[in-house]
């Protein structure tokens, strides 16, 4: 027997009533079903189905037919024609668009992807294109109902064209190649064919079936809302969301479903929960998760419609030890994996910057062959040395800094050798490119780190596949162009984390046909997730593409809105969340959901919104709008260890400690520093470091000043200064302003020069490293440390000066408080023999002045020594270290954070 049946059946009595009517038509081949497929929407639904047929057939054993997709059933044909892979196809048409200088550069893989997708619906929907030109274009001027123009006619061209080209190369493309399938299957017709819950199928589907039904029986069990009880819930939601032209309005719907079911069918099965943030939704989620696992639920879906929130949740889940099992996956591109190997890109973009090399180089995946320790110690020096000279990029650079660091040396060599694989200046095919990029990550040592990783299996077989499709292709592309490619495959390409089997199933609403679940949870349900946006095409607007017979937006609706009702109505408990409110404004339900929460309300009177039982933390994150009091703390006070106290300390490091003893516990005791900074453009600090290498090398050269020419004198300083500066304006144009700054103050400086030396002052030393023990009770000891910038001689007496590049009012204001500023005499003390003077050189300004602390030198560097002794030896016995909180220490300390001192309870 033969024919297409098909047979309508209320969302909730779907797969028993198919398994009923399957029993009945072959009840002859009983206990022997083996002979018949079954077409399901996914496998997962083949356990329910068969468990249906057992209970239908009422036999003790029973052979079950053949489970199957239509797509997987069409898999196991081959019509031993060759098909082009999807990437060659895509750099086909690149090569077209590029050829045609139509598009922006950058656009071209977008379009060209654009186009496919286009291509095949065209083919999967039997969209028959006319042969001309010219007749496409009427038939695109009837459907936009316009008079051709620019626009239209450059859409008609390119899809006409480029359609037409691809159709004749005379290779199979996915789409055409799926058709032919179908066609031999139905032609080969090798038993009775059942499908259960497909719907929407394709116009080429649809053929199939026909073709298929000339031989065989064909029999399609489709879910449809409105052959259900009038007082059962498929009705109910079939009554709810029944378009305006469809049906009578709300209120008179919601009239007729009270009277022929006084009960409402949604009882207790459905409640909506707006929350008050992404982590208060999330939070609720993982704790209804939690409370379902505990009631002994085995089988519970969470269909994400908001990535951001799912991920949260699935954070929480996970600290709780609640494994997800996630069908849904995450974009290959956002995965460590992918990352690495992306990020290895970035450095020869940038010219290796320093960001994206130490991202690179802290990666677990790199140097695998390296010893874990001798890794990590290796980039830690590099990185210490490129924020401690704020070299922005280049490897020589970094290069010119490693001196005789073997395995920095050796870890920079392997860095270059990698980068000479992927000549970015060279024009080259796809799959030779994805070969340089191989090799390159062989010489880095990525490749054995991804082949341990899940998803960086799934990198390697995704490039391999690539690189083995696009082999026969000659085409030549730049380095952006591959870049931009490789780019999209990452993107497009989807990870799943098949490791894991777990009762808490992380999925789509399309992958819930037809599947037990004991609850549910729609998560992220607001108008924007649900339904959603769905993919616009470059190509024709909606009622253009409904003209031409193309999919619109009106069919992806109606599919999506069927797999909500066979959802709704097949799971016992659901839970539906969004974010009432988003960044401060309300974020309004899914109309869907709205329009059933009205209905409801209409016809029982009973909203479908509830407050969730929930811990008390997360209901006063609700009462707080989604802000949780932050708790109030107290000035710390911390002690150190006898063992802990420095044994070492510098002139800065005193200052620390005077002006705060916290600041100097957090620095100094416990090294909480901050990493140096890798000055992207020169800053003050830059500029003065700047101010004193140009001085000490000049002062080096011209120890007497007087005894040169003027002008030979400044002109040599300018050439000093120059070749300084020449490194930060190589990097930073803008750094040029610093130097014409310093350039103005250089005649001011020579003439300060000038008058010291007739003062008899004549200059010995600088940047001199100097040390001094400082004894303490109990046979401890201290080393006071510090490096001078200058040391001058005037016969026996000696002197030393700090240069600085602030303003002579702010010095003398530092000065002012006596022995609070304890630079001065810090520098004093660490000269052998007690300098006669010592002065800050204020030699940023026209007129460079030198400034001496008010008190005698002898005495001030006589109490500061004093002090210090005192001061370690109390920490030694356990002194507290409190927290000032002076505005003035506390404006630019990094460590405000650590002491709280914003939230204080004074």
Not at 480 to 501: G, H, K, M, P, Y
Not at 701 to 710: G, H, K, Q, T
Request: aromatic residues 8%; glycine residues 6%; charged residues 25%.
């Amino acid at each position: 027997m033969s024919g297409l049946g098909v047979h309508p059946i209320a969302p909730d009595r779907l797969i028993a009533t198919a398994a009923r009517e399957i029993v009945a038509l072959e009840r002859s081949r009983l206990p022997n079903l083996s002979g018949l497929t079954v077409l399901l929407p996914n496998l997962h639904a083949a356990g329910s189905f068969g468990r249906a047929l057992r209970e239908a057939a009422g036999v003790p054993t029973l052979l079950l037919p053949r489970f199957a997709t239509l797509r997987d059933l069409a898999g196991q044909t081959e019509p031993g024609v060759a098909r082009m892979p999807l990437s060659r196809r895509q750099a086909m048409i690149y090569q077209a668009l590029r050829a045609t200088e139509w598009f922006r550069q950058g656009d071209l893989w977008h379009v060209s992807a654009e186009l496919l997708r286009l291509f095949d619906e065209i083919t999967l929907w039997q969209v028959q294109l006319p042969a001309s030109g010219e007749d496409f274009l009427q038939q695109l001027e009837a459907a936009y109902q316009a008079r051709r123009g620019g626009p239209m006619q450059f859409e008609a061209r390119l899809v006409h064209e480029l359609w037409h080209a691809m159709s004749g190369s005379g290779e199979l493309d996915d789409a055409a190649h799926y058709q032919l399938q179908l066609s031999l299957l139905a032609a080969e017709a090798p038993g009775p064919l059942y499908l259960a819950g497909l719907q929407a199928l394709m116009p080429v589907e649809q053929a199939f079936l026909e073709r298929y039904a000339q031989a065989h029986a064909v029999h399609c069990f489709n879910s449809d809302g409105s052959q259900g009880d009038p007082a059962g819930l498929p009705y109910l939601l079939e009554a709810a969301w029944a378009g305006p032209e469809q049906a009578a309005p709300l209120h008179e719907r919601a009239a007729a479903c009270r009277s022929n079911a006084p009960a409402s069918a949604l009882g207790q099965r459905i409640s909506l929960f707006g929350a008050h943030g992404l982590e208060h939704e999330a939070e609720a989620l993982a704790f209804r998760i939690g409370q379902w696992l505990a009631e002994g639920k085995t089988a519970i879906a969470v269909v994400v419609q908001d990535r951001l929130v799912a991920r949260r949740a699935r954070a929480l889940l996970e600290r709780a030890e609640v494994l997800v099992q996630d069908e849904t996956g995450w974009t290959l591109s956002t995965t460590s994996a992918s990352t690495v190997l992306m990020r290895w890109l970035d450095n020869l973009d940038s010219q290796f910057h320093f960001q994206d090399l130490l991202d690179l180089l802290k990666s677990p995946f790199i140097f695998s062959a390296w010893d874990g320790a001798r890794r990590r110690n290796t980039v830690y020096r590099l990185e210490q040395l490129i924020r401690r000279h704020s070299v922005v990029s280049h490897l020589h650079r970094y290069r010119a800094l490693a001196g005789e660091d073997e395995d920095v040396l050796e870890l920079l060599q392997i860095l270059y050798e990698a980068q000479q694989k992927l000549d970015r200046k060279k024009q080259r095919p796809l799959a030779s490119w994805l070969q340089s990029l191989q090799e390159s990550l062989e010489l880095l040592g990525i490749l054995p780190g991804l082949q341990r990783d899940q998803a960086g299996e799934q990198v390697l077989r995704l490039l391999d596949g690539l690189r083995h499709e696009l082999s026969p292709d000659a085409t030549l592309f730049r380095y952006a162009e591959w870049r931009q490619w490789l780019n999209q495959q990452l993107e497009e390409a989807v990870f799943r984390d098949e490791s894991i089997t777990s009762p808490v199933v992380f999925t789509h609403l399309a992958a819930c046909r037809l599947r037990d679940f004991d609850a549910a949870i729609i998560a992220g349900a607001d108008a924007a997730h649900l339904p959603g946006q769905g993919r616009e095409s470059v190509f024709f607007n909606q009622p253009v593409r409904a003209q031409l017979g193309l999919p619109g937006r009106r069919t992806a609706l109606e599919s999506e809105r069927q797999d909500l009702t066979g959802l709704l109505t097949a799971v016992p408990e659901v839970r539906v969340t969004w974010q009432a409110r988003k960044n401060g404004e309300p974020n309004p339900l899914s109309p869907w959901f709205e329009r059933l929460e009205t209905f409801h309300v209409l016809a029982y009177g009973r909203s479908l919104k509830g407050a969730e039982t929930i811990p008390s933390r997360i209901r006063a994150a609700e009462e707080q709008d989604g802000f949780a009091a932050l708790a109030m703390t107290t000035r710390p006070a911390p002690s150190l260890p006898s063992a802990l106290v420095p044994g070492t300390i510098s002139a800065s490091g005193y200052n620390s400690l005077m002006a705060c003893p916290y600041q100097f516990f957090a620095r100094h005791a416990l090294h909480l520093n901050e990493l140096d900074e890798v000055a992207l453009a020169l800053e003050k600090r830059d500029y003065g470091e700047y101010v004193h290498e140009i001085l000490h090398r000049f002062h080096g050269r011209y120890p007497v000043v007087m005894e040169c020419a003027p002008d030979e004198i400044e002109q040599a300083l300018h050439e000093i200064s120059r070749e300084v500066f020449n490194r930060a304006i190589e990097a930073d144009f803008v750094s040029h302003a610093w130097l014409l700054r310093w350039q103005a103050a250089i005649p001011g400086y020579l003439a300060w020069q000038q008058q010291r030396e007739r003062e008899g002052w004549r200059w010995q030393a600088g940047e001199l490293a100097c040390t001094r023990p400082v004894a303490l009770a109990g046979e401890r000891q201290l080393t006071l440390r510090g490096r001078l910038d200058r040391v001058d001689r005037r016969g026996q007496e000696q002197a030393v000066l700090d240069y600085k590049t602030q303003n002579f009012d702010s010095l003398k204001k530092k000065l002012k408080p006596a022995g609070e500023d304890v630079q001065l005499a810090c520098y004093a003390l660490l000269l052998e023999t007690p300098p006669r003077q010592a002065a800050f050189v204020a030699v940023d300004e026209e007129v460079v002045r030198q400034l001496e602390p008010p008190e005698p030198l002898a005495e001030l560097a006589g109490a500061s020594l004093e002090r210090l002794q005192s001061l370690f030896q109390s920490l030694h016995e356990g002194a507290p270290l409190p927290a000032q909180g002076v505005a003035a220490a506390c404006q630019y300390c990094e460590m405000r954070g650590l002491c709280r001192k914003d939230y204080w309870n004074e």
